[in-house]
């Protein structure tokens, strides 16, 4: 099985903020594959997609942010999924929106969220997609940022951004994540 983990904070309040863009990429994914109805466990909403690649899970940790690894660490043990099976998403403040990374491994980088799964899991080693939203201007602290709405200016570059994750995904679910880091970073 693969599963495919998208942060955010639950609550329609943060729906629409930098901090839940995996939460709309998981939501894309959801759309394309046609997700079956959710489930719950582990304070974290799932879906289980039964492709000819094999299982792929969409996960939602429920914990808010800072503590996503308390959903996600029990969720791999339970369905027995190996770190080289996961893909994390999650909104990064180091690259302009518009902009994706994939990588295999890596710090936390000051993302919370990030620090939780590192814990929980034991390991820095696995695949992710930072998905670029840039950093605050004008003072503006990081929380309240990261908290905020994207603009109307900026929403193309969420639905392009959110579009694009989703696609690296779907690439993954049939080819190496490397073959796909190489194709994804070099655009």
């Not at 503590?67 to 099976?85: K, R």
């Not at 905020?148 to 929403?155: G, H, I, L, M, Y």
Request: aromatic share 8%.
């Amino acid at each position: 099985m693969k599963m495919i983990i998208g942060l955010g904070n639950p609550g329609k309040q943060y729906d629409k903020t930098r901090h839940n863009i995996g939460f709309h990429v998981i939501d894309e994914l959801a759309d394309r594959l046609n997700a079956p109805a959710g489930q719950m466990k582990f304070n974290g909403a799932y879906t289980v997609i039964h492709r000819p690649e094999g299982k792929v899970m969409l996960v939602k940790p429920l914990t808010y942010m800072n503590l996503s690894g308390e959903c996600v660490g029990p969720l791999m043990d339970y369905y027995d999924v190996d770190l080289e099976d996961i893909v994390v998403l999650y909104d990064d403040l180091d690259l302009a929106p518009g902009k994706l990374r994939l990588r295999q491994k890596g710090s936390a980088g000051g993302h919370n969220g990030m620090k939780s799964l590192i814990a929980h899991l034991g390991s820095d080693t696995f695949n992710r997609i930072r998905i670029g939203v840039g950093r605050p201007t004008n003072g503006m602290k990081v929380s309240d940022y990261v908290l905020s709405n994207f603009t109307k200016d900026e929403q193309p570059l969420l639905d392009d951004m959110v579009k694009k994750s989703a696609a690296a995904c779907i690439d993954w679910l049939d080819r190496p994540f490397l073959d796909v880091m190489n194709n994804y970073n070099g655009s």
